[in-house]
Structure formats: structure tokens, C-alpha cells
């Protein structure tokens, strides 16, 4: 799965979130004005996958670089074989 971190992170999500066991690619946008960055980083650390990646990068919500789209693709392409 590929996601973007951010947003409240209520604490059941957090426990729900060992659960799950898939690759995992997340992105992050650094200085995202609406979200708690370190919220989005206790939900990375809570998901029990044993192949997780974070990309951070600068920048607000909407300023997620166009590499990263194109990373989310060969990571899809890597695990949909």
C-alpha cells in the first residue's frame, strides 16, 4: 500500500495499525500546516509490516513532489508481480 501520513490519528488506529502486515510505502509531507507530523510518525512506527518505507519530504499538504508519484509506481510494481 502506498499512503499519506497525516491527519488526527485516533488511538484504535493506532492498535489497528500493528495489524497490518503488508509492504508499505508513506509519504510525508514535513511541513504540512494541517497535519501533526508526529502523529504521522507514531502511525508509521504502529504499523506491524516488517517491509515499511517513509519518504518525508519539505513542503505543505499539497506540495508532494512529482518523484514521489513515480516512486509509488515502481513500488507497485516491485510487490503486484
Given at each position: 500500500?502506498?499512503?499519506f501520513a497525516g491527519s488526527f490519528v485516533p488511538a484504535i488506529v493506532l492498535?489497528?495499525?500493528r495489524q497490518v502486515r503488508?509492504?508499505?510505502l508513506v509519504l510525508l509531507q514535513?511541513?504540512?500546516e494541517?497535519?501533526?507530523r508526529q502523529a504521522s510518525l507514531d502511525l508509521f512506527d504502529a504499523f506491524g509490516s516488517?517491509?515499511?518505507t517513509l519518504h518525508a519530504n519539505l513542503g505543505?499538504?499539497?506540495g508532494v513532489p512529482q518523484f514521489e508519484a513515480d516512486e509509488g509506481g515502481r513500488f507497485f510494481a516491485r510487490h503486484l508481480k
Open positions: 500500500a502506498v499512503l492498535q489497528e495499525a503488508i509492504p508499505l514535513w511541513d504540512d494541517g497535519n501533526d516488517t517491509e515499511k505543505g499538504h499539497t
